[in-house]
């Protein structure tokens, strides 16, 4: 607590920001925290464990689970294509349900008791994934959980400035430095327990961390910004949307499965690249036998730094020539993106032709490769949607370019299966050659609505 010189209070700060951020941020360290450590041992934790006769019988709703699943993705699914296939729908489903949980905070309930309301489901679900019994139930009230606290949560940083306070984009920095510190350690935690002493304790950390996470965002709540007043007088000051807005909103919800094709290897990452990569990768270093799960951990670390890379190396490029569009970025981004299955499927024909474990060096340079190309075109996919987007709808366009990382997921739930059928070779190199096209599908958009999607900097956009 800062006072000035006359001895009057002065609100809190963290870091030259509200207090309400260090709050906001370590709420979020433990959601993510949680998060991350229940996804990658989805997949793994129902192929090697939940399946086998004694525990699937114990499942709660596991018929209707896998009738929907058959219903999506077809019948008959092998144990590693229904871990997968569970997996993906799961990753998928939490890039909707945001959509959802916004409208009950904006509509109903407000964003601080909509937070409360996900944090409990998802500290409930997690605790009931620790049982066999409770499996299903516990991944509903995770997708649902995180619809209603993730959304919500990061419109509160957001709240906590105004339009006009250049700190906004510096807190969010801070805010996803949470997240990435996250992905970083809750693999080596909840990974190395549910793999190294027992499938459920993996769940219970994860359950602990969340429970952590929602006793820390209610102590902060006096420190949250006030609920926002929504007036219906507010609906009738948006703009009309011109033939050129139709245009763009067109053009953007068409480029949606082009832009889920185009990461199809980085969302693989939780379910069929574990699976493979434990059976291809040598993991065992002088007796120990480590986790496949920590290759989480060191994808975000490889992530973090390379995204440290990315942003120097723009600002850098823009000092001296004109920098591309977001368009072109992601393009290059995809580019680059798609060489990474094009190691996995050398790591592959090396297991093939050998019989034996190749080096962890192969996984290394898949997630370099990989992270290089995502750091470069996942930020520019939300930069895009929210520049291009008619007046007054930025929010909405980033909320449906989401739906790219839903359908991507949905797709990985497909496709990661043939992982089970199709020699690996050819299964990775099926995703260079789907990624790659993406890429030149982007590039044909760049070519034909250049005007539209990739305006220049200097120049006001149309509207």
Not at 440 to 458: C, E, I, Q
């Amino acid at each position: 607590m800062d006072t000035t010189a006359g001895g009057a209070r002065k609100s809190p700060s963290f870091m030259g920001h509200p207090i309400g951020l260090a709050w906001l941020s370590a709420s979020e360290f433990w959601e993510r925290f949680a998060y991350y450590g229940a996804q990658p041992l989805i997949a793994l934790y129902i192929t090697q464990y939940l399946l086998k006769p004694g525990h699937v019988e114990q499942v709660i709703g596991y018929s209707a689970l896998k009738g929907f699943i058959a219903f999506v993705y077809g019948a008959g699914l092998q144990p590693e294509q229904m871990g997968i296939a569970i997996s993906g729908i799961y990753s998928a489903l939490v890039y909707l349900t945001p959509i959802l949980g916004g409208l009950i905070a904006e509509r109903w309930l407000g964003r601080t008791p909509t937070v409360v309301i996900g944090a409990v489901a998802m500290t409930v679900g997690q605790f009931l994934m620790a049982l066999d019994s409770g499996f299903v139930l516990g991944l509903v009230l995770l997708v649902l959980g995180v619809g209603c606290f993730k959304g919500n949560i990061a419109s509160q940083v957001g709240d906590l400035y105004s339009l006009e306070d250049k700190r906004r984009a510096d807190a969010f920095l801070i805010y996803f430095m949470g997240i990435q510190m996250a992905a970083i350690v809750t693999p080596l935690v909840c990974g190395t327990l549910a793999q190294k002493v027992d499938w459920h304790l993996g769940f219970v950390a994860a359950a602990v961390g969340m429970t952590i996470g929602l006793v820390i965002y209610l102590f902060g709540r006096k420190h949250y910004p006030p609920e926002p007043l929504h007036r219906k007088a507010d609906a009738g000051a948006r703009p009309k949307l011109t033939a050129r807005d139709w245009n763009v909103i067109a053009l953007l919800v068409v480029l949606l499965p082009v832009l889920a094709l185009s990461t199809l290897g980085n969302q693989e990452i939780p379910g069929a690249y574990l699976i493979w990569g434990q059976k291809t990768f040598q993991t065992v270093f002088f007796g120990f036998s480590v986790p496949i799960t920590w290759l989480v951990s060191i994808d975000a670390i490889v992530s973090a730094i390379l995204m440290g890379i990315v942003i120097a190396f723009w600002r850098w490029w823009g000092r001296h020539w004109r920098e591309p569009s977001e368009l072109s970025k992601i393009i290059l981004g995809t580019l680059i993106s798609a060489l990474a299955p094009f190691l996995l499927a050398g790591a592959a024909a090396q297991f093939q032709s050998s019989g034996q474990p190749v080096s962890l060096a192969w996984a290394i340079g898949f997630h370099v490769v990989n992270d290089t190309g995502f750091s470069i075109a996942l930020p520019m996919g939300i930069a895009l949607y929210s520049r291009v987007a008619p007046k007054g709808m930025g929010g909405v366009m980033i909320a449906v370019y989401y739906v790219s990382i839903f359908m991507s997921n949905f797709m990985v739930g497909k496709i990661g299966g043939w992982v089970a059928t199709m020699p690996g070779t050819q299964f990775w190199m099926l995703h260079t050659a789907l990624m790659a096209g993406a890429a030149g599908v982007l590039l044909v958009f760049r070519l034909l609505f250049g005007s539209l999607l990739a305006p220049p900097y200097d120049k006001p956009i149309a509207n």
